[in-house]
């Protein structure tokens, strides 16, 4: 999937669809790419926590620190795999989950994609399964895990977040390693219950999805 999505709720929304309460300032942006602060919910002394976080770990790679470059962000866990998720995939610790309402994807021909949303029917509020640390020298970071997408999605991409139903938000953050890798590679959510909104917003334009007006969100 892409590197953008937008919750288009108040932050008093979200506590209610969580059953958690504000750690630290909340500024909800209009959307939010890698590198970005974005909203996370975790569990922290058995009470459920919001907090804002840079989307994206660093990826240390040594010739990048010896030129003193800054390191890539990597903000999707596609490949449960990879050396540098190993400590953080297998540990409940590590686990949250990212409030969205909209995630995004680019459509249309190189050099002039558009924006194009995509959102459940059914649910205000979307729960996608993430994992978040606190970076020596960055500070606290999130990504969210993909897998493959439904039929709503193509051609805009082939990946989506993997989306949990709200009971199955405790199971994610406090189950085994087996049920993580459950998550990733059951069937995605019907496409039938998504919602797709086509925009002729450039890609790289920035703000909300369009409904957020209409639906007096802003």
Avoid at 14 to 31: H, K, L, S, T, W
Avoid at 134 to 153: K, L, R, S, W, Y
């Amino acid at each position: 999937m892409s590197r953008l999505h937008s919750l288009r709720a108040s932050i008093e929304e979200v506590c209610a669809f969580f059953g958690a309460e504000v750690a630290g300032q909340i500024v909800i942006p209009p959307d939010l790419t890698e590198g970005g602060q974005g909203l996370v919910m975790f569990e922290a002394g058995g009470r459920r926590r919001l907090r804002m976080m840079r989307w994206g770990f660093p990826r240390h790679i040594r010739d990048v620190r010896l030129q003193g470059k800054e390191a890539d962000i990597i903000g999707l866990v596609a490949d449960l795999t990879n050396p540098m998720w190993e400590q953080t995939v297998v540990d409940p610790r590590y686990r949250c989950i990212i409030p969205i309402t909209h995630f995004g994807n680019p459509e249309g021909d190189p050099g002039k994609k558009t924006r194009t949303w995509f959102s459940v029917a059914d649910q205000s509020i979307m729960a996608w399964a993430g994992f978040c640390r606190n970076i020596p020298d960055v500070g606290p970071c999130f990504a969210g895990m993909t897998m493959e997408a439904n039929a709503a999605i193509p051609p805009t991409n082939d990946r989506m977040p993997v989306l949990l139903e709200p009971d199955e938000q405790a199971r994610w953050l406090h189950g085994s390693i087996a049920d993580v890798i459950g998550f990733q590679f059951r069937p995605p959510m019907a496409a039938e219950r998504m919602t797709v909104l086509h925009t002729d917003d450039p890609w790289r334009s920035g703000g909300p999805p369009p409904a957020a007006s209409q639906l007096g969100l802003l």
